[in-house]
């Protein structure tokens, strides 16, 4: 289990490059076509440099996104709530930034209140920004930790990810069936093992170890 506060993570920077044309990443995906031994000039590949530079602008569209500006709308009038508030199994599809190959998993999220809350479906927004980037699961278990805990400013805030990853099922050792557990926390739920247990058995204490 990671603590979101050692290592602080930009939850809305974005790289600072100059992208390159349409047209450009067209001609670099035909180029990868030849690579691999086919000819992007037939018939079935004729229209696939199109459709792949179409699927990157839907699978990485997180770049365009500021994940803050999805939890700014906060509601105070919460009666004085301040348990916990959990979210779990919000479905993601990312990309691993080592082979490009896809990682599919569940994120759960848990924080607690601090007179504010915000509607359930901005939690699921964040996750689906930083899944749409080229990632490292650890790294976007503590950019969401990060980014709920630097805008709400809750009293603690809990993330656990499950996946599994293609560039370990599809290539390499070929170990299909393995999921990857990570977590990261801040706040009480790094603090209090009652409140870290609380969360951990509601989402399904994916991983007992997380308590230690």
């Known amino acids: 289990m990671s603590d979101a506060k050692t290592k602080p993570v930009a939850c809305s920077a974005k790289p600072n490059i100059v992208r390159p044309s349409r047209e450009e990443a067209e001609t670099a995906?035909?180029?990868l076509l030849k690579w691999a031994g086919d000819d992007p000039a037939r018939e079935g590949l004729?229209?696939?440099p199109q459709r792949v530079a179409r699927a990157?602008?839907?699978w990485f569209s997180g770049y365009n996104e500021d994940p803050?500006?999805?939890l700014r709308r906060t509601f105070e009038e919460v009666q004085g709530y301040d348990d916990m508030v959990v979210l779990k199994d919000i479905r993601f599809e990312s990309h691993c930034e080592h082979h490009l190959a896809p990682i599919i998993g569940r994120v759960h999220?848990?924080?607690?209140p601090n007179n504010k809350v915000v509607g359930i479906s901005k939690l699921a927004r964040v996750v689906d920004t930083f899944a749409r980037r080229l990632q490292v699961q650890e790294t976007m278990n503590a950019q969401i930790v990060h980014c709920i805990q630097n805008v709400l400013e809750p009293k603690g805030v809990a993330v656990v990810i499950e996946a599994t990853h293609q560039c370990m099922t599809t290539r390499g050792v070929h170990k299909p069936g393995v999921t990857m557990v990570t977590s990261s926390m801040s706040g009480e739920f790094r603090k209090n093992p009652l409140?870290?247990?609380?969360f951990l058995s509601v989402i399904g204490n994916p991983a007992t170890s997380m308590d230690g």
């Open 29 to 31: 995906i035909r180029t």
């Open 46 to 48: 004729r229209d696939t």
């Open 56 to 58: 990157f602008e839907d």
């Open 68 to 70: 803050e500006e999805f």
């Open 109 to 112: 999220i848990g924080y607690l």
């Open 195 to 198: 409140t870290r247990r609380e």
